[in-house]
């Protein structure tokens, strides 16, 4: 968003000197120079693989509760245990064997919660728990896990936190799954359950958009809603002339992100702002930063803001965007509850920029940080480079969005996106992961705003969203073809596939997809019905497939084999 979000120019004005990274005294994004006349330099801020410990395997210990929040009407809790084996981060782990099991307490303020075992070098097990055990607070309760071998001392302690929630009397609340990283959402339109939530809609303008909304005029918002849109995040705020439109949001139950991205260095603000907004019913997030890693922001500033979001509001979780594909992640990313990354990769020149210079490692700004210029699958990239490092940082996975480019211009883009790019786009971001979709910038074409509408429709609806927030992790699978990219989700005995050609030659000869378990049939075909996709022998097969083909199909299974 560097050209598009110029009013961010004035968050930056001020604190020159605060910015990270080398040579802080020119103009750089993401860390690098980008104009002519400047040499290039190492920018720092890559996050590198681990170096391995010697001697033998740690055992790596993590925890986590099952959800980012509970309600104190809520009896039963879990907690996700992890115990992998590694070389790489943990703790001296002295018994050996790939069936010893490892034995712990979890206790809060010295309160014991639960004993339990899991087994040595195993993941994602749930262990259940009594929250009656527990006060509700505002303010996150700290846990401490301590554990051993059998029969052994414990050796072995980790800590994570847990909010215990008093119920809301008013408004909505949002709880993110730690499983598997989808956002549930409870308000009165839902008669105060938690249901799983895919946001799916767009950054919208305030100029010729939401300025046109009064308490008598609210076409313009019903009409984006009529598209199929189910989530907004407005460019405008209670305070600054967006009461009207984001009134009409909680009226109509339009899920909406509220915008504190112009002044979230500055926590009074902050505290402000999110007391205006904290009370709406359809409010399923704030959004703090806008690209700090591009604009080079001091790294305190998003945890300090989502430390203060937190205490005024503890019921919705803080986005951050990130626009590096890696100028110090671990450092942007720790303000962030989710992450939503934008790669602008259409109509784009990938080597050499408006501003003179060539784009690479070092040098230069071609709208689209270090990608590799393949269209749509740059999305996918990212989102794994993402996850990489998380990994590499033995960091607990943060939940995903995709902001897909719907715009052109600013010297970057010489083009909008197709509609066949955008729905590649998106799906190729859910096949890795993503958990929601909030495009830049409404308006769009007419073009546009349908196709993003008609799929829309299809992600944040049953079955589809059943399977992408209400199930389990996206698996993918190689089908060996350049540029098809295939991932699947299972519900008990069905099971959701996602096909994407993500690249821009047909695919001219037959493609087959083996999936695991024994697939009984096609259920339904929620998308792409036209690619002609058929199950034969157990494996979904078609004849041939166009550039930028995308299918979601719903699978009878028999059963599944594990991971």
């Known amino acids: 968003m560097l050209g598009l979000m110029g009013l961010c120019l004035l968050a930056v004005t001020g604190i020159h000197g605060q910015q990270t990274g080398n040579h802080p005294e020119w103009d750089r994004w993401c860390g690098k120079v980008y104009k002519a006349g400047f040499p290039s ?34 009896q039963r809790g879990e907690f996700i245990v992890n115990a992998p084996l590694s070389q790489y981060f943990g703790q001296t ?77 008013d408004g909505s609340t949002t709880r993110i799954d730690n499983l598997h990283g989808g956002l549930f959402h409870s308000s009165p339109s839902t008669s105060r359950t938690f249901v799983p939530l895919f946001p799916y809609g767009f950054y919208a303008s305030y100029d010729g ?28 705020t209670f305070s600054g002339g967006g009461a009207p439109a984001l009134d009409h949001l909680n009226k109509i139950d339009l899920k909406f992100m509220y915008d504190l991205r112009e002044g979230y260095k500055n926590l009074t603000y902050v505290r402000e702002q999110s007391l205006s907004a904290r009370s709406s019913p359809s409010l399923f997030a704030y959004w703090s930063a806008d690209e700090p890693d591009g604009w080079q922001d001091p790294f305190s500033a998003a945890p300090d803001a989502q430390q203060v979001l937190h205490e005024v509001d503890p019921y919705h979780p803080v986005a951050v965007v990130l626009n590096c594909q890696d100028y110090y992640f671990g450092l942007y990313s720790a303000g962030a509850d989710l992450i939503m990354e934008d790669v602008y990769p259409i109509g784009i020149n990938t080597t050499f920029s408006k501003w003179g210079t060539e784009c690479n490692s070092t040098l230069g700004d071609c709208g689209c940080d270090n990608c590799p210029g393949r269209g749509p699958r740059d999305v996918a990239d990212r989102l794994d480079d993402l996850a990489r490092y998380e990994k590499w940082l033995d960091l607990w996975p943060k939940t995903k969005f995709h902001n897909p480019q719907s715009f052109h211009g600013e010297g970057y883009w010489a083009r909008d996106p197709t509609p066949e790019e955008e729905w590649a786009m998106v799906l190729l971001a859910v096949n890795h992961g993503a958990k929601g979709i909030i495009s830049w910038v409404w308006p769009v074409s007419d073009v546009l705003g349908a196709a993003h509408g008609e799929l829309a429709r299809v992600l944040t609806a049953g079955p589809v969203v059943d399977f992408v927030v209400g199930g389990d992790s996206p698996r993918g699978i190689d089908v060996g073809v350049e540029g098809v ?30 999936l695991p378990g024994r697939v009984k049939g096609i259920a339904s075909v929620p998308w792409g019905a036209e690619n002609g996709w058929t199950v034969d022998g157990g494996k979904l097969t078609v004849p041939s497939l166009k550039a930028l083909s995308t299918t979601l199909l719903v699978l009878d299974v028999a059963s599944c084999r594990s991971r």
Do not use: C
């Open 41 to 74: 330099f190492d920018p720092g801020g890559q996050t590198l693989p681990p170096a391995p410990v010697p001697g033998p395997p740690l055992l790596n210990v993590q925890f986590k509760p099952r959800y980012s929040l509970y309600i104190d009407n809520e």
């Open 209 to 236: 958009f939401l300025a046109n909304v009064t308490a008598t005029n609210t076409t313009p918002i019903d009409a984006y809603a009529s598209l199929g849109l189910n989530a907004m995040t407005p460019l405008t």
């Open 485 to 514: 990219d295939v991932a699947y989700w299972v519900v008990g005995g069905k099971m959701l596939v996602s096909v994407v050609n993500g690249g821009y030659d047909d695919v001219s000869r037959a493609v087959t997809v083996a």
């Open 93 to 169: 782990w002295n018994s050996t064997g790939a069936s010893d099991h490892f034995v712990f307490t979890i206790t809060a303020n010295d309160i014991p919660l639960v004993t339990s075992r899991v087994r040595v070098n195993s993941t994602n097990t749930l262990i259940p728990f009594s929250l009656t055990l527990l006060a509700p607070s505002t303010t996150a309760i700290p846990l401490t896990l301590t554990g051993g071998p059998p029969s052994s001392p414990a050796t072995i302690t980790t800590n994570t936190t847990l909010l215990y929630l008093p119920k809301k009397p």
